[in-house]
């Protein structure tokens, strides 16, 4: 599980140290259980040989020759009083095993009626073990630097095609229209067919976000001029003057027709793209902003017996896009009002920021991950919008790079928290 969360160079250099690790351990331990044997092998013959000779010498009545590192102890078979305690329980055949510290070969062969004991030092062939075992781990470690440098090398130019198809996909460049293809830089293998499945991906997304911006774009523009009729309407009828009976709903319609306006405005900057993070809209403060909409939506709150209050805890001095900053603004006041039943909607004014606090049933926080998709909605007989505001003002917030955070109130109710400073 920790190797599948390396990077694929790292994956990759791990498994050519693990491949020279387990293939020069194998290696090893072939090499030092040959050595082993094969030294038996040899050391028994050469006993045997030795132990040949003395027997014919002594035939002959010769006195034993023996070579440098052997020891002889004859006894007649199952008399073993006159041999050292150490090699007195040995039966017939080769041995190995310590006295005082040192190590012996030992020879034990029945001939004659005598028992013989040819004892050989191990003391040459042990350090010359420790000189091939000390070789071996050296090859070993030698192995697996060799593969870890290796590995790396072969990483970075194996990967290199990859982390250069990677830098471009997520270039911005790759999502305007006349970038050029990603496949034609590289060989038809599986990273050509790669690269060729972001080319297709890509152009498939160039062509959905220009379809959406086309089609923002296209319906804001064409709105304008019955919006610029229905205004200008209303002025001309308010200049030849309005009967007492159909001023609120020429006020209605007057409201409604300035809110198509701003929300024209907004898709309008929405649909210019992200590169202009609002630099080609009017600017406003967020006081005077915020005094718009408290205005705009007073009569509505005074119609659900609702206070709407203005708070100002700090000056805040910034310039934000007019009409996005109406749009979240607007927003979040009209759903606190639509979801508050009595008590109050506060809209609190700081430095950097504002928030909008209600006194309603609040949100369970089940439901608070889901309130900024588009088309959710609390409970069905509340507010009479159809769920796409709050997903409105998280799409401007996220352009912008603006903050938006949904808390419970403690007492009930929510808080909508707008930080205008990008962090």
Known sequence: MMLRKQSLASRIVVAFVLMAAVGAGMFSVIIINMVESVEIQLISESLNRHLDFITDEADQGLRPHLAPGLELHVAPVGATGSIPAWLATFPPGLHETESDDEAYHVLVRDQGGQRYFLVLDQ?????????????????????????????????????????????????????????????????????????????????????????????????????????????????????QGIAANQRAQFERITRACAEMQELVETFLGLARGPQAKGSQLAGCSLAKAADEQFQRWLPEAAQREL???????????????????????????????????????????????????????????????????????????????????????????DRQDWKIALTAREGGGCEFRVDLRAS
């Open 123 to 239: 003391r040459d062939f042990e350090h010359r073990e420790a000189m091939l075992e000390l070789a071996v781990s050296i090859g070993f470690v030698l192995a697996v630097l060799a593969a870890w440098l290796l590995g790396t090398a072969l990483a970075r130019t194996v990967i290199a095609p990859v982390v250069r198809l990677s830098g471009q996909v997520q270039h911005r460049d790759q999502l305007l229209p006349l970038a050029p293809p990603l496949a034609a830089e590289y060989a038809d293998d599986e990273v050509g067919k790669l690269a060729a499945a972001f080319d297709t991906a890509l152009g498939q997304l160039r062509q959905a976000l220009e379809r959406e911006q086309l089609f923002t774009s296209d319906v804001s523009h064409e709105l304008r001029t019955p919006l610029m009729v229905i205004a200008s309407s209303c002025e001309l009828l308010q200049a």
């Open 307 to 397: 206070t709407l209050e203005l708070v100002t805890e700090a000056g805040d001095s910034g310039s934000y896009p007019a009409p996005l900053l109406r749009a979240v603004l607007a927003n979040l006041v009209r759903n606190a009002i639509h979801y508050t039943d009595r008590g109050f909607v506060r809209l609190v004014l700081r430095h950097g920021g504002f928030s909008v606090v209600d006194s309603g049933a609040g949100i369970p926080e089940a439901e608070r991950a889901h309130v900024f998709r588009p088309f959710a909605r609390g409970e069905a007989s509340r507010g009479d919008g159809i769920g796409i505001g709050l997903s409105l003002v998280k799409r401007i917030c």
